[in-house]
């Protein structure tokens, strides 16, 4: 029986230097929790950090479902995300609203 391709997520995002491994702990524990694996991870830090991951899951809507968890984070920019699905002859929407750069002190005065 030949293997089947998984739906796939490609992203690069920008993290917030000032807490740096709280950011990149934060990205990883929602894949995890979202029930994706991680293919691919690489980490560019030379002009400003910005991590690169390739992420699958068995079910496609679990990578969108990633994407708009990664909209409520802060210390986070999404810079780059395309989802493949393998099963899907459905050209897929944008991703969602890039994650936008927010502070706790932005998120204090919303709440």
């Given amino acids: 029986m030949p293997a089947t391709a998984l739906p796939t997520l490609r992203l690069s995002l920008r993290l917030e230097t ?3 491994f709280g950011a990149m702990e934060w990205v990883l524990a ?4 979202t029930g994706l ?3 691919q991870l690489s980490f560019d830090a030379a002009q400003q950090a910005v991590l690169h991951a ?3 899951a068995e079910d496609a809507g679990l990578l969108w479902l990633f ?3 990664l909209d409520n984070g802060f210390d986070v920019e999404l810079l780059f995300a395309d989802v493949d ?3 899907s002859d459905i050209v897929a929407d944008p991703a969602p609203r ?3 750069r927010r502070t706790r002190s932005e998120l204090a005065l919303t709440a």
């Fill in 18 to 20: 000032a807490d740096l």
């Fill in 30 to 33: 929602n894949a995890r929790r």
């Fill in 37 to 39: 694996a991680p293919a």
């Fill in 67 to 69: 994407l708009r968890r």
């Fill in 85 to 87: 699905d393998p099963d």
């Fill in 98 to 100: 890039a994650a936008t």
């Fill in 54 to 56: 390739t992420l699958t």
